[in-house]
T-cell receptor
Framework: KAGVTQTPRYLIKTRGQQVTLSCSPISGHRSVSWYQQTPGQGLQFLFEYFSETQRNKGNFPGRFSGRQFSNSRSEMNVSTLELGDSALYLC????????????FGPGTRLTVT | GQQVMQIPQYQHVQEGEDFTTYCNSS?????IQWYKQRPGGHPVFLIQLVKSGEVKKQKRLTFQFGEAKKNSSLHITATQTTDVGTYFC??????????????FGKGTLLTVNP
C-alpha cells in the first residue's frame, strides 16, 4: 500500500497570510490526525478526524482548523499566520479512531517570515 | 492535562553499547506506543503496548510497560549506527472523549559513535 502523502512538502508564507495543507491517508484508513512538531515543544496533537467528523482537538487556537472529505483525505488550514507557526506539520493516518498506531506522512515544513 | 515525560533528552553511545530511554506519564494509560524518527525524517511506528507489565521484543529492541501502566521503557542492546534517531513514546489515556488523543514525550535523541 502507498503510504501517507502530504502536499506541499515545503512552504514559505508571510505573517498574516493563511495556508492550507493537504494529507492523503493510507488506503482504507479513515482516521487522520494532525500534529505540529517544533524543536521547543516537540510533537503536539492538533486534531483528529474520523468519518469526516472532528473527534478530538488539541490545545491550539481557533486559527487552526481542518476538515476531512468523504474519501478520507484531509486538509488543515491556518489563518492569520504568526512567526511561531513555523514548524513541521505532520499528518498521520490510522485504521482505528482514537489514539492507536499512527502512520505518519513526510510532513509539510512551514516557514513564516 | 496529561503529561508524558521522557528521559534522557540526549544519549550518545559508542557502537555496541546498550541504550535505554524511559517514559513516565502523569496518568494511567490504556496503551503506550513507541516511534522512531530519523534525522530529517518522520516518526515511524515501532510498537504498541497494552497490558500491564507487558514486555515485547523486536530483534535488539525490548519494550516494557509498567505494572501501573504509567511508565514504559525502550532498551536497545548493542547499538548500531542504524539506530541513530529520536525515539518517542506516546501515551493514550483510558476512555471517553478527549482522552483518546495521543500525548507524545519530547523524545530521546540517540547518537552512535562508530
Amino acid at each position: 500500500k502507498a503510504g501517507v502523502t502530504q502536499t506541499p512538502r515545503y512552504l514559505i508564507k508571510t505573517r498574516g497570510q493563511q495556508v492550507t495543507l493537504s494529507c492523503s491517508p493510507i488506503s482504507g484508513h479513515r482516521s487522520v490526525s494532525w500534529y505540529q512538531q517544533t524543536p521547543g515543544q516537540g510533537l503536539q496533537f492538533l486534531f483528529e478526524y474520523f468519518s469526516e467528523t472532528q473527534r478530538n482537538k488539541g490545545n491550539f487556537p481557533g486559527r487552526f482548523s481542518g476538515r476531512q472529505f468523504s474519501n478520507s483525505r484531509s486538509e488543515m488550514n491556518v489563518s492569520t499566520l504568526e512567526l511561531g507557526d513555523s514548524a513541521l506539520y505532520l499528518c498521520a493516518s490510522s485504521s482505528v479512531q482514537g489514539g492507536h498506531e499512527q502512520y505518519f506522512g513526510p510532513g509539510t515544513r512551514l516557514t513564516v517570515t | 492535562g496529561q503529561q508524558v515525560m521522557q528521559i534522557p533528552q540526549y544519549q550518545h553511545v559508542q557502537e555496541g553499547e546498550d541504550f535505554t530511554t524511559y517514559c513516565n506519564s502523569s496518568t494511567t494509560l490504556s496503551n503506550i506506543q513507541w516511534y522512531k524518527q530519523r534525522p530529517g525524517g518522520h516518526p515511524v511506528f515501532l510498537i504498541q503496548l497494552v497490558k500491564s507489565g507487558e514486555v515485547k521484543k523486536q530483534k535488539r529492541l525490548t519494550f516494557q510497560f509498567g505494572e501501573a501502566k504509567k511508565n514504559s521503557s525502550l532498551h536497545i542492546t548493542a547499538t548500531q549506527t542504524t539506530d541513530v534517531g529520536t525515539y518517542f513514546c506516546a501515551g493514550r489515556r483510558g476512555s471517553g472523549g478527549s482522552n483518546y488523543k495521543l500525548t507524545f514525550g519530547k523524545g530521546t535523541l540517540l547518537t552512535v559513535n562508530p
